[in-house]
């Protein structure tokens, strides 16, 4: 972790350089939160707190640090920012909070690594006094364009024993997004060109798009699926009518089984810009992500 002055220095030479690089450190309060900047530029937050049923992030901003996800809103108290999650793990909820099913936790055991651009985060999936999965999840913060704000989110999930990774009658499971209040009735666009969240809803695709208001003009969030991920194109879960919500869901409409042992990986990028940009231009920022190459 950086000292203060360390961290001082560091900014200085970045703001005398012009260098656009992240850089990471951990504020005093113990066991919380990491807050990743490029420069003085908010990029956004991991939150592990042991008040808080799992870990994730919020809030994620905007080029011109305004956030674009929201953390526990009212409606639905359990839609964390940007967050992974389950809910039907052999029968127990690991993405609800509140409601009546029997729930897990994912909990933050400890950082394995963590330097100026990502920290790798052991996590246990605990139930009902069992272990049903480990995960190893890092995070990074890659070089920023001025103009777009990246996340990479890298999730290895292995299997102490069988277990089921399913959806218990719901589609959205997966890595998902609740966007901001103003970004709600907001519009959808993935790489096979459907415009329409009707359509969009369940269609594999590279990527997706969600666009919304934004302050005085829109903002849109983008989750890139790896050409490695299981089911790789992903279905993605949008929605904007109740409320703005995107996910990459790899069991919309099939659950995934893991035998004694198995390990399997996710890798994501998630994009942030404002205004508008072409499928053309996201396509190029796919292909320009090196993750996501075939």
């Known amino acids: 972790m950086l000292s203060r002055r360390s961290y001082l220095r560091f900014s200085a030479v970045a703001a005398a350089s012009g260098a656009i690089f992240p850089n990471l450190f951990a504020q005093a309060e113990a066991n919380s939160e990491v807050r990743f900047f490029s420069g003085s530029r908010p990029l956004f937050t991991y939150r592990y707190s042991k008040d ?20 526990g ?21 690991f993405w609800g909070e509140t409601n009546p099913a029997r729930h897990g936790s994912l909990v933050h055991v400890k950082f394995e690594r963590k330097s100026k651009t990502r920290l790798t985060s052991l996590i246990h999936w605990n139930a009902e006094g069992r272990l049903l999965l480990v995960e190893s999840r890092t995070i990074s913060a890659p070089k920023q364009p001025p103009d777009i704000t990246l996340l990479d989110w890298d999730s290895t999930l292995s299997a102490p024993a069988k277990v089921q990774l399913g959806t218990a009658g719901h589609e959205y499971n997966g890595l998902g997004v609740r966007v901001a209040e103003s ?9 096979n ?14 990527w997706c798009v969600y666009t919304g208001k ?40 099939e659950d995934l089984f893991l035998a004694k042992g ?18 053309e231009e996201i396509d190029q920022l796919y292909k320009a992500w090196e993750g996501g190459r075939a």
């Not at 049923?53 to 305004?66: E, L, R, V």
């Not at 060109?193 to 590279?206: D, L, Q, R, V, Y």
């Not at 198995?262 to 072409?278: D, H, L, N, P, S």
């Open 52 to 71: 808080r049923p799992k870990p994730y992030i919020h809030p994620i901003y905007a080029p011109d640090g305004t956030a674009v996800t929201q953390d």
């Open 183 to 191: 970004m709600d009735l907001g519009e959808v666009l993935n790489s």
């Open 262 to 279: 198995e390990r399997i990986r996710f890798r994501w990028r998630v994009a942030v810009w404002q205004g508008a940009k072409t499928r």
């Open 214 to 253: 934004l302050g005085q003009g829109t903002a849109s969030i983008a989750i890139f699926d790896h050409a490695g991920n299981p089911r790789h194109p992903t279905p993605y879960f949008v929605m904007n009518d109740k409320f703005g919500y995107m996910s990459a869901a790899p069991t919309f409409r």
């Open 73 to 93: 809103p009212h409606d639905h108290i359990h839609h964390r920012g940007l967050m992974l999650a389950w809910s039907g793990v052999d029968g127990i909820d």
């Open 193 to 206: 060109g459907t415009a329409s969240i009707a359509k969009a809803n369940g269609e594999p695709a590279n």
